[in-house]
């Protein structure tokens, strides 16, 4: 079962459990990779770590997808080295890896390892590079954050495509991110929020609070029971 709730910043699809949520937007990636892949033959995804995201994209990587097409854009990076643990890119190419893809995506991984400036202006030029995503794939945190821009950070008003994030409340502290101002360039903007943990979020919301979710503005945000109710 699914319902829709009219809140002023959008419209979220709940769901009546996770997994429905996670098979849900799968579709809805799938399908919006194949259409940028069929109309400009190449797709640019950003996608943030965490586990909604992966699980999305272990479903969407059963499709019948030129793969070879897409490239994935870390939307954040812990400042760690290389082969941490808590590296995001190091998650997505396991992941990548566990699908046995004939032919698989580009990874464009940040330098979040070298030191701050390098790192920064690293990811810098190559999301100038890239260009506009086509679609950003992001996970809401119990916090109400998205990729590494957390609520009431002044990383949130940046204007370059780039951010160095100093002030998060969550180890590490210091990260390096996709702004919101290019995350909001895509067409697709995807979000997930699942659990009982996230329901404060959704109030905050309702009462006008300027989360990094309203400031992202999903044009697709997928929601369960537990985090709505």
């Given at each position: 079962m699914r319902e829709d709730i009219?809140?002023?910043?959008?419209?979220?699809?709940i769901f009546d459990s996770e997994s429905l949520v996670f098979s849900a937007a799968a579709e809805l990636f799938g399908s919006a990779v194949q259409e940028f892949v069929g109309q400009k033959g190449s797709c640019v995804v950003v996608v943030a770590g965490?586990?909604?995201t992966s699980e999305v994209l272990l479903i969407t990587f059963d499709r019948h997808i030129d793969w070879e097409k897409v490239h994935f854009v870390m939307a954040d990076e812990r400042c760690v080295p290389q082969m941490h643990p808590d590296r995001n890119d190091g998650l997505l190419?396991?992941?990548?890896?566990?699908?046995?893809l004939q032919n698989a995506p580009t990874v464009h991984s940040i330098d979040a390892e070298l030191s701050t400036s390098e790192g920064l202006s690293n990811f810098e030029s190559l999301l100038?590079?890239?260009g506009s995503p086509d679609i950003a794939l992001v996970g809401i945190a119990d916090d109400g954050h998205l990729a590494s821009l957390?609520?009431?950070?002044?990383s949130l008003s940046a204007l370059q495509n780039a951010v160095f994030v100093d002030d998060s409340p969550k180890p590490p502290k210091h990260r390096i991110s996709?702004?919101?101002?290019y995350l909001t360039r895509a067409t697709y903007r995807i979000a997930l929020q699942t659990g009982h943990n996230k329901r404060d979020i959704f109030v905050r919301l309702?009462?006008?609070?300027?989360?990094?979710?309203?400031?992202f503005s999903p044009t697709h945000w997928f929601m369960d029971y537990a985090a709505a109710h």
């Open positions: 009219s809140i002023p910043m959008s419209t979220p699809l965490g586990r909604s190419k396991r992941i990548i890896e566990s699908a046995n100038g590079k890239i957390f609520p009431n950070s002044k996709c702004s919101m101002a309702q009462q006008g609070e300027r989360l990094p979710l309203a400031l």
